[in-house]
Every structure is written in C-alpha cells, then in structure tokens.
C-alpha cells in the first residue's frame, strides 16, 4: 500500500515546549492506520468475536519487540513499553536510562510524561462535577472573574477540557527553538497567572465550543478552578483524588512538592544534542512552565494502573466518565478542517480497525502515551527519550500501536 495522504498534524503548538505531533499517522505493515484522534474506514479485515466486536490475539513479542529496539527513528537513548488487557501482558526495554553511565532502563523508571498530565486533571474536574462543585457549563470567569477578560465570558469549564475554548495565541513566552536555549531557560520560574496573562492580551481566535484546537493553557485554567473549588492546590486534589487511592507511588506533581527540579528515585534521564553533537542532560528542569498542562512524574506502571482504574468506572461513575469518550458534534472541527480527536481529558484513534482512547505527552527528552480498548482487551503504554528537540516520536508510536493491535 502506499502512505496515507492524511497530513501529520500537530497536537499543539508552543515555543515553550517541544511541539506535540500526533501520532500514528501513516500506513504501517500493510493496515490503514488513521492520524491519531480521527477514525477513519478501514480496508484490513476486522477478526470478529461475539456482537461483532473486534477480537485480538495475545500480544506478538517478536513485533513489540522490534517496535521498540529501532532507537534510530526517532533517535532515542531508552525505551520501554507495556502492553496488557484481557487478550495478553508484555513488557520491553530497550536502550538506557542514563546516556551518561549505561545503566538499562528499570520496570519503574520514572519519567516526564507531558500532556498525560490532562487526563488526570480531567478526572478530577469530573469528580467535583459529579459532587455537584463544580458546573462543567458554567463559564470559567464565574470562577476566576479577576483573571480572565469579559470579552472572554462565554468560555465553559467544559470547553477548556475538550479544547475548544477559543483562546488566543501565547505572547511573551521565552523563544525555545534550540537546545542551547532551552538549557538557558529551564530553570525560568512561573506562576499559572503569569502563563495565563500570556493569552489574555488579544481576541478569540474562534467562538467558544464552535472549533478544537488542542492548547495547554487551556488546563492551566481547569486547574486554577478546581483550586478555586476545593480551596487547594490542584496537584494536592490529584494526590488525594487520584495518586493514593490507587497507590500510584512513582507518580508526582512536581507542584505540589514546592516544584521540585529533580525526579526522585530511578528514572529515565532526559536528554538534548546539542549544536556541537554533545548531549545535554535536561532532567532537571523547573515545571512550573508547564503546571497543569504538563508537569506530571510518572512511571509507565503508574500510567497502566492509572488507565485501567479509569476505564473501568473506578474513578467516576459512568455518566461522567461517558464525557472522555465523547467527542464534540460533527461540525466542530480542528482549525485545519479535519474532525475533532480530543474528548474530555483523552483522544481517539483507531488502527488496524481497532479504536484507541488514551492521551500522549512530551516535555523536553521525553515522549509518552497511554491508550486502550474501552473493552480492555488491549491497553498499551510507552514511553521513550528522544534527544534531538522537536523530534517527531510518531514513528516509534505508530510501531507499536500497529504491533499492538493487529489481528493477523
């Protein structure tokens, strides 16, 4: 087959982090597989159980394996993978945790895993939502009314978690389109007042709840109001909410530790190759630029726990969790015209016919995802550490969410 025509399109767009492209675009071992969060027909023959539903063999190590030893595209130093559900476990590491001593990556490494930071904050949005707290219908400003500008006043709580709130573009963020000044500014301090004054300043790109577009700040602001709610920190009401009851204890919210630089414990290290072809070891880096939008210290165990708790109604009951596996109506689409692929807190795709929920993330060094059947058959977690910025971590993800669920 030849590669699909569908564009690679990009999750987010930000001078302050890496740029977060989708994943999963292309064509990968003779099965169509759609850009991720846009379902599209496919050709490949479905392997049908009872009520027609898609039944998946146990997992092919030979092809996970492969999926995750190619450390070239993109050029990465460590990998890891779990693949699990009802229909078969495994797990792979490939490469290092540390470039710097050669120490293998370990089954609890931690990581920076970005943007899956959101669907965390959105299962806790949903909660007070569902305690009657906190109206997902109510606009933002009749929480945070000295924060945002009346002009903005028709925003939803709802439309900040399915991105579709309209807001304008970042103004005053440091440039970051090189290593070396990503080193200069890691350390840059921020408050989520600060990074929300950067969108302020001009007019709605779009009327709220009319178009998607996926942007970070968009839970900055869900996060100053589940504060606003609860009276806490939002990493405290995730800890709470979230980290203790289901023992995840290689997760964290830097913010909530007095955002610490430093990843506690066994991790993966982060790092950038620089101008001179040198590696920069960026692991220690001040999160606060990121808050809700990304900061969170996980492990891809964690994730796993985390995803499965989630779709098997542990988390919420199933009249709020039905909102992260609902996207908005046809006729909103993402500005490029394609169809709308964010739900609240997650995104779709489906692959070799198989539909995946889940959400991806990056921060500098890192790349993630975690995705699953709603049926559980299959959930699959990974995480890597690419070391040149703005590397493109599609083609390891579309490697092994193909390996994960063809049918043969």
Not at 180 to 194: I, K, M, N, S
Not at 377 to 384: I, K, P, S, Y
Request: aromatic share 6%.
């Amino acid at each position: 087959m030849t590669p699909s025509p569908l564009p690679r399109i990009r999750t987010s767009v930000s001078r302050r982090r890496p740029s977060r492209r989708v994943l999963l675009a292309g064509v990968a071992s003779g099965a169509a597989v759609a850009t991720l969060g846009t379902p599209v027909p496919v050709a490949a023959a479905d392997s049908k159980g009872e009520g027609g539903r898609t039944t998946l063999p146990p997992p092919d190590a030979g092809a996970l394996r492969a999926a995750i030893d190619d450390l070239d595209h993109p050029r990465s130093s460590g990998a890891q993978l779990r693949v699990s559900g009802s229909a078969g476990r495994w797990y792979g590491t490939s490469g290092v945790a540390d470039p710097a001593t050669g120490r293998p990556v370990g089954l609890n490494d931690k990581i920076r895993a970005g943007s899956v930071t959101k669907a965390f904050v959105a299962t806790a949005a949903l909660q007070l939502a569902d305690e009657g707290r906190l109206r997902l219908e109510s606009p933002v400003r009749h929480y945070l009314p000295a924060l945002l500008p009346e002009r903005f006043g028709a925003i939803t709580v709802a439309q900040l978690l399915d991105h579709t709130s309209g807001l304008p573009d970042h103004v005053g963020l440091p440039e970051m389109s090189t290593p070396e000044a990503v080193l200069r500014h890691r350390f840059d301090r921020w408050t989520p007042q600060q990074l929300v004054a950067t969108v302020t300043g001009g007019e709605l790109k779009f009327r709220p709840g009319t178009r998607q577009e996926y942007r970070g700040i968009n839970y900055v602001l869900a996060a100053l109001v589940i504060e606003q709610v609860t009276g806490q920190p939002y990493g405290i009401e995730l800890r709470e909410r979230i980290l203790r009851p289901l023992r995840l204890g290689h997760t964290s919210i830097p913010s909530a530790e007095g955002n610490p630089r430093r990843i506690r414990g066994p991790h993966m290290h982060g790092c950038l190759e620089l101008s001179d072809g040198t590696l920069a070891d960026i692991t220690e880096f001040d999160m606060s630029v990121a808050h809700a939008d990304g900061e969170i210290v996980t492990s891809t165990g964690d994730m796993h726990r985390f995803l499965s708790a989630l779709f098997s109604g542990s988390l919420l009951p199933q009249r709020q969790l039905r909102k992260m596996f609902t996207l908005p109506p046809k006729h909103v689409r993402m500005l490029d015209g394609s169809p709308a692929r964010y739900s609240t807190g997650l995104q779709t795709a489906t692959v070799n016919g198989v539909t995946l929920w889940g959400k991806t993330g990056e921060q500098y060094g890192y790349a993630s995802g975690m995705f699953a059947t709603r049926d559980q058959q299959r959930r699959l977690v990974w995480a890597l550490t690419p070391v040149q910025l703005g590397a493109d971590p599609s083609p390891m993800a579309q490697r092994i969410a193909d390996a994960a669920t063809a049918t043969r």
